[in-house]
């Protein structure tokens, strides 16, 4: 029975420790928050993701999440209507809070899965019988497998592969979102004013007590102020100097949040993403941004196939081999649509743009979000 760790406990883990599960395979998640972590934008579902949530048990239940988000409304500074994002833009075909999300898929493995909080990665050696894991406050371990599901700045790929800025592409835009009441009273729909390369985002909540803001603007300098919540806000506060609309109440409104979260829209491309006995998964290895709205999709993708090549292949060189063979276009794919989306910030928003955004392939052939997948289903052992 393979023993496998799993750095990261948000999207791509827990999915990918349901399938190792269910394959007979034993599984550690390390996750340095001290719980399952709350908040976070709302995630969107397209295509095969779909059919995964329904392979996993668990669609019926996301579906009573649902945020029920409708239409977007572009305004200009007064107020006045400029033109409508329908919601399947950003919504896909199903969309959820994160932290419903999150909090399901933990309650889905935490029976089979050993959950280590409050603690990360410090060390990988890899050796002749697996890898040495040495964290920071645990002792350490040896596993078969390593696999890196941490996100956009993930630790396991630093310490396999190399730092970030060999594989991280800025697209040129940083971005925060926060929760605030929801004092517009919106119902299922959001607002959204766009003044030169920044926008700013107000979106209804799921009871429709509360709303979430997202701010969205060009990078004023080639470094963002990590880990300075004073210095992230302080920068967005010079960016929207000067802004109307409901920019100054939403500014206000950033600065008493409990939730604040800030980060650069940027790509993880790689030419591998595995190294020996190490691996990544979702965000870590193959990020498309946020403005790709393909992000818990290829998490959720991607975790299934990992696991069911590694339940298949001889040995995991072939199945790590195959997961990006099976994998690769469709991940492209997905980063061009997010350089597209960063793109398409530069423009002055209109109706015709937008309608040309939802419009089918123009060529009626199917969307890159039906992924043809294997069918694992024979493997499963529980």
């Not at 004013?193 to 920044?198: A, D, E, L, P, T």
């Not at 939403?250 to 790689?270: G, N, P, V, W």
């Amino acid at each position: 029975m393979a023993d496998v760790l799993i750095s990261g406990a948000s999207v791509a883990g827990p999915a990918l420790a349901y399938w190792l599960n269910r394959h007979g395979m034993r599984v550690t998640i390390v996750e340095k928050a001290h719980t399952v972590r709350p908040g976070g934008l709302a995630v969107d579902f397209r295509g095969s993701a779909m059919r995964i949530l329904e392979r996993m048990g668990i669609l019926d239940e996301l579906r009573r999440h649902a945020t029920g988000s409708g239409d977007a409304t572009i305004v200009a500074e007064d107020g006045t209507p400029i033109a409508t994002m329908p919601g399947e833009i950003f919504a896909g075909d199903l969309e959820v809070q994160k932290t419903d999300l999150t909090r399901i898929l933990y309650e889905l493995t935490r029976a089979d899965t050993e959950y280590v909080f409050g603690d990360s990665i410090r060390t990988l050696t890899q050796q002749d019988d697996g890898v040495r894991v040495d964290f920071g406050r645990g002792e350490s371990r040896t596993f078969d497998l390593v696999i890196g599901a941490d996100g956009l700045h993930s630790r396991v790929r630093a310490l396999a592969f190399g730092p970030e800025e060999r594989f991280a592409h800025s697209l040129g835009y940083w971005f925060a979102s926060f929760s605030l009441p929801n004092y517009l009273n919106l119902e299922r729909r959001g607002l959204t004013h766009v003044s030169g390369h920044r926008s700013a985002n107000i979106f209804a909540g799921r009871d429709g007590t509360d709303a979430r803001a997202l701010f969205m603007f060009a990078a004023p300098s080639a470094e963002p102020p990590r880990g300075d919540i004073a210095a992230q806000q302080r920068a967005i506060t010079d960016a929207y100097a000067g802004v109307g609309w409901e920019v100054p109440r939403l500014l206000a409104a950033m600065r008493e949040s409990a939730d604040f979260y800030f980060d650069t829209l940027s790509q993880i491309r790689m030419d591998t993403w595995s190294a020996g006995s190490v691996a990544l998964v979702g965000d870590a290895g193959y990020c498309a941004s946020p403005m790709s709205g393909r992000g818990t999709s290829q998490a959720l993708i991607g975790a299934y196939v990992l696991a069911g090549e590694l339940a298949t292949a001889p040995d995991h060189a072939a199945a790590f081999a195959s997961y990006e063979r099976i994998l690769r276009d469709y991940v492209e794919a997905n980063h061009e649509l997010g350089r597209q989306a960063a793109a398409s910030l530069e423009v002055p928003p209109t109706q015709e743009m937008i309608d040309a955004m939802t419009a089918a392939p123009p060529d009626g052939g199917p969307s890159n979000d039906d992924v043809p997948l294997p069918d694992y289903g024979h493997l499963t052992v529980l």
